[in-house]
């Protein structure tokens, strides 16, 4: 056994499924899980293969479509030929490299404005200043004199900074991952 194999396919997949889901719903994500263990899936066998409508199956292949998650192609099974979509792995791949990536810039957009909206408190009066004010006071209550302290979240800082680096560690090993 190669030592350089894949081991992040299966997560590549249940991470696609989790976007997929939130994006268009538990019936796409069913679909992908169903594209991801068969094959393909057959425009005319639809009806016969999936649990849902065939017009929805059909809407939600169209827009996996439109992200190249899904490629058309035809099959002939005896005498029939069959219009079917099969996984575009390598696509999926980019497809959620582009979502984490998104993600991530979310966050830190929200870092920022959360570092910079720093509110400074007065000790004693309880008064509150933004972070201008409280430098143009000195950093000192312009009532009482006390000392203005930072009361900012912390433990919210932290907590996003750490889903950032959980994300970038997830980027970086999807990144390394042979595609298919
Ligand atoms: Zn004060």
Redesign the pocket.
Known sequence: MAQNEPPLEEDLLSIAKVIIGKLYGEHARALLEHLAENDYVAEEKIAGTLEFRSNEARKILQKLSDEAIVIPDKVRVENEVLHIWRLNKPALKTFVLNRLKRAREKLEVLLKGESENVIYE?R??R?RFLLDDAYAYGFQ?P??G?VLVEVNNPTSLRTVKGIIKKLDILILRIERTKSA
């Open positions: 007065c004693s009066c008064r209550c009532h009482d006390e």
